[in-house]
C-alpha cells in the first residue's frame, strides 16, 4: 500500500509542478460570510485605504456602497482599473460598468471566456478581496458569499499578473453601445 501511496503521490506532485502552482507563501487573512455579516463595508475600507492603485475584477458589479468607494478613490488620485464579465453590458439597463465610465474610471471587459467569473479587488499590490461574493447588492443581503482579504505582496503579484493576462485579452468599454456580437466573435 505504501508504495501505491508514494508512487500516487508523486505523481500529483509531477502534475503540479507541470501545472505550475506557485509555493505557498506567507499572507495575513481574514474571511467574512454573508449572511450574518456586514462584507461590503469590510470591502469598502479596504478600498478607502488605498493610496496608490486599485485593480478590480468581477463579474457582478452593481453594489452601490462598491462602486461609490472606487469612485471617491479614483477622485482622491488613487489609480483605479476594472475589468469586468460581458453580462455588465446591457443596452437595457444601467451597469456598474457605466458607472464607472462616467466618472473617469477605465473599465475593460473580458469577454473571450465564456464566463469572466473573478471576482477581485487588488489594492497597493499587497492586499487582495476575493471569494464568491460577487459585487452586488444580493451577495450582501440574499445569497450565501464568503470574501477572504489576504494581505500578501507575493499573492497579490499573482493575482495582478492573471488581472494583467486578462486585461490584454480584452476591449476597452466605451457604453453599451460600444459593444455588438461582431466584436465578440472576432477579438481584436
Not at 144 to 152: H, K, P, Q
Amino acid at each position: 500500500m505504501r508504495p501505491l501511496l508514494a508512487a500516487l503521490f508523486a505523481g500529483l506532485w509531477s502534475l503540479a509542478a507541470r501545472a505550475q502552482i506557485a509555493p505557498p507563501v506567507p499572507a495575513q487573512a481574514s474571511v467574512c460570510f454573508t449572511p450574518g455579516s456586514r462584507c461590503a463595508d469590510r470591502i469598502v475600507q479596504a478600498i478607502d485605504a488605498a493610496q496608490h492603485e486599485i485593480r478590480v475584477q468581477a463579474y457582478g458589479f452593481t453594489a452601490a456602497p462598491i462602486l461609490q468607494a472606487l469612485a471617491l478613490a479614483a477622485g482622491r488620485g488613487v489609480d483605479v482599473q476594472v475589468l469586468l464579465d460581458k453580462s455588465n453590458v446591457s443596452g437595457h439597463r444601467y451597469s456598474g460598468a457605466d458607472y464607472m465610465r462616467q466618472v473617469g474610471i477605465p473599465v475593460w471587459i473580458d469577454y473571450l471566456p465564456s464566463i469572466a467569473h473573478a471576482k477581485l479587488i487588488i489594492v497597493d499590490q499587497h492586499f487582495v478581496v476575493g471569494g464568491s461574493y460577487n459585487y452586488t447588492r444580493s451577495a450582501e443581503t440574499r445569497n450565501s458569499e464568503d470574501v477572504t482579504f489576504l494581505d500578501s505582496p507575493e499573492l497579490a503579484t499573482q493575482f495582478l499578473a492573471n488581472w494583467s493576462r486578462r486585461k490584454a485579452a480584452s476591449i476597452p468599454y466605451e457604453g453599451a453601445v460600444s459593444f455588438s456580437p461582431s466584436l465578440e466573435a472576432s477579438p481584436p
